[in-house]
């Protein structure tokens, strides 16, 4: 609360100043590309692909250490794409790209019933990326990939016994970085998503002025908190009655479930304070962006106090209201953002759009 | 002076009489009656009844979010369902003599936002969401036993949306989304990889199908969401494209009970107006035009549906509403704003609410 007042007393002398910092759509859109996206990308490029490298490492010796290093390096392209996982905009929104990265929400367990078939039969046509991409785009990605490394049977993989485990978890990861490294190409083009993003054109099909350009911003400001909130917290939490389901939660096995959800609001948060959208908020608002920035803190803070893997986490009260802070805080971000910092910048990102229906 | 009346016989005999003063002087001074969804300036969620000249006659405060609204002349009802994933509907006296009832969608089942009464307002169909099946069924409510829900079928999809009773009286088409989603993971969309729209035309009293027809495989990620019917009894239908923005299909269509499926080819620039999204679909009383709107796009786009060509286009920030009001259409917006496009002599009016996404012409 402390914070809050502080943030808003800051905003109160700050005010007159910040208002005369107008910033202009087009450079919103110029510091969401080039100091958020672009970089984030090709961070997940290379983690993707220092992935690949370890886990072909540990196909060839097999060992606890090489394996130890997929660990690491699998967690630290996981969290890499939880950055920039709200980019739904551009190529990821083609050829299933989002999908063949992270198959998720998996409600039935497609991803866990066809990634078991493939360990069972050893079907050697999931062992090479060429082929694997011919298959369900659920065996394909991270959701594959995380019980290759951490759900049943993944101690054979430190020994040659998991050779054909090692093998399929290799394509994965190439897959992985095939697709990621796609991504960063389509972002880095000069004539791509990139350009029509910042130098709207009358001719482009997606963006045709900066507005439209600024709108798409917000819808993914707006829409990532809604996915954290839906896709990653409540589908696990304890509801009323109704007990807490960790295994319901994305990652469990390998304790990235709040590390991703950090890494989701993280990749968010920064790309609201790189793209100076804040900035372009009118004299009269200027509470607004304090306010932001406040809620993004108490959802930090409130990650914070989440240290224990998800399943301990969910029975130990602190940890539990922790993590029901951290929803709260999505949804006073959802507001503040998809509504309030919508209607201040003069967007139409309303209440009749943004939602499907 | 018939529009009045006709709403007049919709509300039944005593309607007028049961009014508050001010209310008969709302509906007086109006000719036409229209009702919509609404989120008042606080916040809090409702539907209004309102005149053309903006008196408003009823409201009705709702828990949550509502959507679509339907009215029944002989049921002497309307109905105004949740917002989905909600799980309430409720029926209101237009009169505002009785109390509204509200009813809760079963266990397993939840509200797509529209429905549709039979021509003798006996039965009461809702599109409703089996979730834990993915699959969409029409819930059956029995408007003389309390709107019990006496039974259901299928949709023959996922992601019902709109329905609508055709002319023959008997055949429901509804409007299959394809879009599989499910209240643990709030309005999350689920299988934008593997989706199937469909407009599937059923039997309401064997809740069997009569047909199916679906657009190009290509096109699968293209979502039929909202109909209207014209005066040769063609279904238009407008979609939401769920694919890369950087691809932009046709987007407004009609589909025939003989079987004929068509996308019409809306201009270049008009469709990239839509920005991919229509967000409702209206036809003008004589059945002649049909209007779509698209909130994403501030636009509103007035179709002939003979030349199945575009006759005007207008701009309306947040624009989704449509309502034929006997010339042309009434539009509204979640701005509050209400205009009269493509012959109607509405002139624009701000209310202090903003409208939700339809618009229904009650009389």
Same mark, same amino acid.
């Given at each position: 609360m402390m914070r809050i007042v502080l943030a808003l007393l800051f905003a109160l002398i700050a005010g007159p100043a910040m208002a005369q910092l107008s910033t202009s759509p087009g450079e919103v859109m110029r510091g969401a590309v080039n100091n958020f996206i672009r970089p984030a990308m090709t961070d997940f490029g290379g983690k993707a692909d220092a992935l690949s490298t370890a886990v072909a490492q540990l196909c060839t010796t097999p060992s606890q250490a090489n394996l130890s290093a997929v660990d690491t390096a699998f967690a630290n392209t996981a969290l890499a794409f939880g950055r920039i996982e709200a980019i739904r905009v551009g190529p990821i929104m083609e050829e299933n790209r989002a999908e063949r990265l992270l198959f998720w929400p998996d409600r039935k367990g497609i991803a866990?019933?066809?990634?078991? %078939?493939?360990?069972?039969?050893?079907?050697?046509?999931?062992?090479?990326?060429?082929?694997?991409?011919?298959? @369900? #785009? $659920?065996?394909?990605?991270?959701?594959?990939?995380?019980?290759?490394?951490?759900?049943?049977?993944?101690? %054979?993989?430190?020994?040659?016994?998991?050779?054909?485990?090692?093998?399929?978890?290799?394509?994965?990861?190439? @897959? #992985? $970085?095939?697709?990621?490294d796609e991504l960063v190409a389509a972002w880095n083009a000069e004539d791509g998503i990139a350009l029509h993003l910042m130098k709207p054109d009358a001719t482009f099909t997606d963006f045709r002025t900066p507005v439209e350009a600024q709108e798409e911003l917000v819808g993914i400001l707006s829409h990532g908190i809604e996915a954290v909130r839906d896709t990653r917290l409540n589908p696990f939490l304890a509801k009323g009655a109704a007990a807490a389901k960790p295994k319901l939660a994305l990652f469990w096995r390998s304790g990235l479930t709040v590390p991703m959800a950090r890494a989701n609001i993280d990749g968010l948060q920064a790309l609201y304070d790189l793209s100076g959208i804040d900035g372009g908020v009118p004299a009269d608002r200027t509470a607004l962006p304090v306010a932001i920035s406040a809620e993004f803190a108490q959802a930090d803070a409130a990650l914070d106090l989440v240290t224990d893997p998800v399943e301990t986490a969910v029975a130990d009260p602190a940890q539990a209201q922790a993590l029901a802070d951290v929803v709260t805080a999505t949804q006073q971000l959802g507001v503040l953002i998809g509504e309030q910092l919508s209607s201040a910048l003069g967007l139409s990102v309303g209440f009749s759009s943004l939602d499907g229906d | 002076m018939w529009q009045r009346r006709a709403f007049l016989k919709a509300a039944g005999v005593g309607f007028a009489a049961s009014l508050l003063p001010q209310q008969l002087m709302a509906l007086e001074r109006n000719e036409l009656v229209f009702a919509s969804s609404v989120q008042t300036k606080a916040g809090g969620y409702g539907a209004v009844l309102m005149g053309e000249r903006g008196d408003v006659i009823t409201t009705l405060a709702l828990p949550d979010r509502g959507h679509d609204i339907t009215v029944s002349i002989e049921a002497g009802r309307g109905v105004v369902f949740a917002r989905q994933p909600g799980t309430f509907a409720v029926v209101f006296d237009p009169a505002g003599k009785e109390a509204p009832i509200t009813l809760t969608s079963p266990e397993g089942r939840h509200f797509y936002g529209h429905g549709v009464f039979s021509p003798d307002g006996r039965w009461l169909y809702a599109t409703e969401s089996d979730f834990e099946a993915a699959k969409g069924v029409i819930g059956v409510y029995d408007t003389r036993a309390g709107y019990q829900r006496i039974s259901e079928f299928p949709t023959y999809g996922t992601g019902p949306h709109e329905l609508l009773l055709m002319p023959d009286g008997k055949t429901l088409v509804i409007?299959?989304?394809?879009?599989?989603?499910?209240?643990?993971?709030?309005?999350?969309?689920?299988?934008?990889?593997?989706?199937?729209?469909?407009?599937?035309?059923?039997?309401?009293?064997s809740g069997e199908l009569v047909g199916q027809l679906r657009l190009d495989a290509g096109l699968h990620q293209l979502s039929i969401r909202h109909m209207a019917i014209d005066a040769r009894s063609r279904v238009w239908f407008g979609c939401q494209f769920r694919g890369s923005a950087s691809a932009s299909p046709q987007l407004v269509g009609y589909a025939t009970m003989d079987g004929e499926i068509k996308l019409i080819e809306l201009p270049s620039v008009t469709l990239l107006d839509l920005r991919n999204y229509v967000g409702s679909v209206a036809a003008s009383s004589d059945g002649s035009t049909i209007a779509v709107s698209s909130p994403e796009g501030d636009l509103l786009v007035a179709i002939d549906a003979e030349g199945k060509r575009p006759v005007l286009v207008e701009t309306l920030r947040n624009g989704c509403g449509l309502a034929p009001d006997g010339a042309g259409f009434v539009a509204s917006s979640g701005e509050g704003e209400l205009i009269g496009i493509a012959g109607s002599r509405e002139e624009r009016q701000q209310f202090d609410f903003s409208f939700d996404n339809h618009m229904l012409r009650v009389g």
């Open positions: 866990l019933k066809q990634v078991q %078939a493939i360990l069972s039969s050893q079907d050697e046509s999931a062992t090479s990326p060429e082929t694997l991409r011919s298959k @369900s #785009v $659920a065996v394909q990605g991270l959701t594959a990939l995380e019980f290759v490394l951490y759900g049943t049977g993944f101690e %054979a993989l430190n020994t040659a016994d998991g050779a054909f485990r090692c093998r399929y978890g290799l394509a994965i990861a190439q @897959s #992985v $970085a095939n697709v990621a | 409007a299959n989304g394809g879009i599989e989603t499910h209240p643990d993971y709030g309005r999350t969309e689920l299988n934008l990889d593997t989706m199937d729209p469909s407009v599937a035309f059923v039997d309401r009293t």
